[in-house]
């Protein structure tokens, strides 16, 4: 699943809460996470915040973040490519 926050402008730690209840959310069903559009305010509250909903299990079910969402579509489509 990938969220992009381009242009989105979040406040303080705690506007970040609702995006680590999706993130946790969708990783019970099984989903990947990707954040993408992450500028550098955002970036630094993520930085502050516990990083349980960020991090993954040993063998690499974190949530992956980009700066665009160019980046994080392209990541995407490499992860397929070499998997398929």
Do not use: K, Y
Not at 24 to 42: C, E, H, S
Not at 57 to 78: H, K, P, Q, V, Y
């Amino acid at each position: 699943m990938v969220l992009d926050f381009t242009g989105v402008e979040l406040a303080d730690a705690a506007s970040v809460e609702p995006v680590a209840a999706l993130v946790r959310t969708l990783r019970l069903v099984g989903a990947r996470t990707i954040l993408t559009g992450i500028q550098p305010a955002l970036a630094s509250l993520l930085a502050e915040t516990p990083h349980d909903w960020l991090d993954g299990e040993r063998g690499g079910a974190g949530t992956l973040i980009f700066a665009s969402l160019a980046d994080g579509l392209d990541a995407t489509r490499r992860r397929r490519e070499a998997s398929g």
